[in-house]
């Protein structure tokens, strides 16, 4: 499947009301498209990981009671529905999902995605022909679909970047495991908010999954 469906619509606000850890898990198999001047590009959501709010450790709002003003977290703050974007190490972007009822700063970052729309566009601004490193990792996903802090509170229940229906993904097929690059948080490093598919070759990474062809991490 390589062209976007017509009738393709973001998901309403609600679905991102119920929590990072719920919305998480939730979100394997939806679809993430982003609609650039240059063209459309996005796939299915094959790995996610849940950041909960101001009692987990590896959260950014940990120990956050408040929204403040100019913050990088302040976004994390409003109804979920709305995008979290920062860089990391300087160089590269990371898109989160606000989870979370306004006020309660929870976030879902996507860490993978199987690539199906706009295959050309998205080699292009990889430099790579290799489906499986389009879209491994938070880095490599935001390149590949154009996501960058121009797009940091966008909503995402509306406009050019948005959420949608795909296909359901059976339990069967999920795994729960610790999150990745994590360690400095403490017993929150343990906590199983990543959520992947486990049969899926577009994943950043096999790390907890016990497969003996480990793959590594793919951040960029």
Request: with cysteine; aromatic share 10%; glycine share 12%.
């Amino acid at each position: 499947m390589s062209d976007l469906p017509p009738d393709l619509s973001p998901l309403p606000r609600s679905f991102c009301l119920r929590g990072a850890v719920e919305t998480a898990r939730a979100l394997l198999g939806k679809v993430l498209i982003h609609r650039a001047s240059e063209g459309t590009a996005g796939g299915i959501i094959v790995e996610t990981e849940a950041y909960a709010g101001p009692t987990d450790a590896a959260c950014h709002a940990f120990g956050i009671p408040a929204a403040r003003p100019g913050h990088r977290t302040e976004v994390m703050f409003r109804a979920g529905g709305y995008a979290y974007v920062y860089l990391i190490y300087g160089m590269y972007h990371c898109f989160n999902v606000v989870a979370g009822p306004e006020g309660f700063p929870e976030a879902v970052l996507i860490r993978a995605l199987e690539p199906r729309f706009g295959l050309g566009l998205m080699r292009k601004r990889r430099g790579t022909d290799d489906a499986r490193k389009l879209c491994g990792g938070p880095g490599r996903l935001c390149r590949a679909l154009y996501i960058s802090r121009e797009q940091n509170g966008t909503d995402l229940t509306s406009g050019t970047l948005f959420l949608a229906e795909g296909e359901s993904i059976p339990d069967a097929r999920v795994a729960a495991t610790p999150r990745i690059n994590v360690d400095y948080s403490g017993e929150a490093a343990g906590y199983p908010y990543r959520f992947a598919v486990k049969d899926s070759p577009f994943l950043s990474t096999r790390r907890f999954l016990g497969n003996p062809n480990k793959q590594s991490s793919a951040d960029n």
